[in-house]
Every structure is written in C-alpha cells, then in structure tokens.
C-alpha cells in the first residue's frame, strides 16, 4: 500500500498518462510517429522534480520539467499537448484508487474467509445472545460469526461499486471542454488504463466519486471495528468466552501482571475513529469553487493514502485475530446458565400464556422469579418456578423442553444456506 502511494508511483502514472496521451494524438497526425520512440524512452528523476518543485512552487510542472530533459527537443515540445495537471492528477488518482482497493478487497477476504472457518467450526457451540449487554436468549457462537461473515461481503461488494464509481480518468484540458485536447485522446489513455471516460467532468472529477470510495472504507472499518468490539466484550474478565491471540511472551500491563488486554482489537476500534474522520473531510472536499479549486488536493494528499493503509492494515490485524481466537465453549455453556436459565424466560411466559393464563399475569410471575434469581444469586430461576404450583400445573410436564437450549435454534441453519456455507442440520 505504501508503494501505491508513493511518489515514485505518482510518477510513473504520470509518465504513462503523457505517454499514452502522445499515442493517441499521434494516431490522429497531430504528432509525428517518429517522434513516440523518444517519447517512450523518457524518464523521471524523483530527487531532480522535488529540487524543481521547490523552485517552481508547481508538482506537475517540476515532473515536467525533468521528463523533457530526459526525452531531449524537439520531440519534448509534444508531451502534456493541451492537457492540464488535473488530467494527470486525476486519472493518476484513479488507477492509485484501484489498485489501493484490489489490496483491501484481498485482505477483507482474508477476514470474511476466517469469520467463516469460525461460523462453521462453532455451529454448535452454545452461548448466550445479549441485548443492551444482558443476557438475552440462546444462540450460537457460529450464528454470531455468521453475521460477520453477511456484513463483511456488504463491505466488499460496497467497496467494489465504489471502485467501479471512482475508476474514472479525464484528458480533457482546462475547464474539461476539450478545447485543446481531442476527445478520442482521451478515450485512448483512459482505455488503456482500465478506466472509464468520466461522463462529464469540469477541470476536475466530481468528488463525490471520491466521497463515496470513502465511504465505503469508512463503512468496511466500521464492519471490522464491530467485530472487534465485539471481542473485546467477549474478552471481559466476568464473560471471558473469547480471547485474542496472546503471545507466550506477550505482557498486559507494565503494573499487573495478571492483564491480557485486548490490544489487538482495541488498536482496530481506534483507527476505525480515524477513518471515519477522513469520511467527513472527503464529504467536504466535493464542494469546490466553479470548474475547479485545489482546496481539496492538500487534504487528499494525506487522508486517501491514510484511510486505505488503515482500513488494510485493520483488515490484516482482524484476520490474525480470528484465525488465532481463543474460543472457550465451556465458560460460554456456563454463562448460558446465568441465574438457573434466566435466558429461558420468553419460552417459560410464551409456555403459560398457551396453557391458557393471560400474558400480563404470566409476565408478572416469570419476572418475579426471574429478577429473585438475579438479585438474590440463590436458587435459580427454573428451582423458583418449580416452587409454584401454579406454574407447575401448567407446565410440568415440559420444563425439559423448555429449557432446551437447542428448541428454536434449527432456523440458524438458514443464515449458513444463505451464506453458501455449505453446513446442514445434523
């Protein structure tokens, strides 16, 4: 990713652009075809254009400035003919885009692959769900890992639509009404790049093509931040039924040495901060003065290269997560049992009111107990409901089933079908 974004990349994209730009005008007459051999032969010197630039106060016209020392005249006269910086700052943007996005995808991939391996080796792995934090009602470790896996092919094929929106390139010269530049020039450069012809561009392309790649990386840290947030509650000394990697050497805290932090995640929700950051200034950039202004060159000079090196590098960190998690089923089991089976309340007041009791008078008795077995960390919730006879009555004969963590889990294989998981019931 660095080397994307590197100005000796930048370079080379320009170099190419100009290149391509000579072809097409050259296929049209307007530059003679004996000239491209030295064209083709130019070259660029990062040290000499940055000792330009300093002079100039100009990025493209330092670039220039070396690249038609290296061809030699008059065959340099020809290079950058009736374009503008934009047609090289933009369509350079584009393919840095593209290729930035074919990094992310891979390692989002990476994490979506992982998330999967972990759905399908937890299927059965018991837990309880929670709501607000409190315990709720039974689930799966797998169900769980498979709605990572459904949010993480939202962000890839987000991320996909975006590149497709922002892979855009633009030869159409100052203010883009190819005054100066023949259209089938820049259908020329844009094709051998791999892009589109943007559908109509002023000096610049619209940013919110820009905006919306943006958002996407912004969604896709949002995606591996809930992940990790998730981790990390699951990692909490009183649950402890996860754990991220923790390297036989590795220490928690300089102070107590009983610490196993969950650093790795905790890194992850931070940059996801700061990606969402680079959102807002990206949604500001698309506001700029008439057919073109620089106020948002300065900014995405920093927050493009800083959003997709952080959203790959989170994507990265996650995979190790995943692949290296620490799952521990029996301390899952053992909270599934919180307070004698608080979990099985719904079931327990859905059972009475079908017996024939209203629901206000059902709610009422499965709270009391429900509440004593949680305030009072004495007898359980199922013990207290066995203790009334009226409850008993009704429903004696189908504690068992009731308290089945597995009834009304069978429907969990849908999420596995729709995934292509390729896992049945047993």
Known sequence: ????????????????????????????????????????????????????????????????????????????????????????????????IVESARLIRQDLAAVREAAAELAIRHRRTLMAGRTHG??????????????????????????????EDAAVGRVSGAVGTHATIDPRVEEHVCRELGLKVDTVSTQVVARDRHSEFMAALAIAAGTLERIATEIRHLQRSEISEAFEPFGKEQKGSSAMPHKRNPVMTERVCGLARVVRGNLLTALE???????????????????????????????????????????????????????????FSQRVLLALVESGMSREDAYLIVQKAAMQAMEEGGRGFRALLQDNQDVMQRLGNRMEEIFDPWSGLEHTDLAYEKLGLGVRSK
Request: contains cysteine; glycine residues 8%.
């Open 285 to 343: 950039n698309t506001a700029l003065w008439h057919e073109r202004d620089i106020s948002h060159s300065s900014a995405e000079r920093v927050i493009f290269p800083d959003a997709c090196a952080l959203v790959d590098y989170m994507a990265t960190e996650m995979s190790k997560v995943l692949r290296g998690l620490e799952v521990r089923p029996d301390r899952m089991l053992a909270n599934l049992q919180f307070a004698g089976g608080v979990v």
């Open 134 to 163: 409190i315990v709720a009602e039974p689930i799966t470790f797998g169900f769980k890992a498979a709605g990572w896996v459904a949010e993480l092919d939202r962000s890839v094929a987000r991320l996909d639509q975006a590149t």
């Open 1 to 96: 990713m660095r080397a994307v974004w590197s100005d000796h990349h930048k370079y080379e994209l320009w170099l190419r652009i100009e290149i391509l730009a000579c072809e097409g005008w050259a296929s049209l007459g307007r530059i003679p075809q004996a000239a491209m051999a030295k064209i083709r032969k130019g070259t660029f010197d990062g040290t000499k254009i940055a000792e330009v630039e300093s002079r100039v106060g100009h990025d493209v016209i330092a670039f220039l400035t070396v690249l038609n020392e290296s061809i030699g005249q008059p065959e340099a006269r020809y290079v950058h003919l009736g374009m503008t910086s934009q047609d090289l700052n933009d369509t350079g943007m584009a393919i840095q």
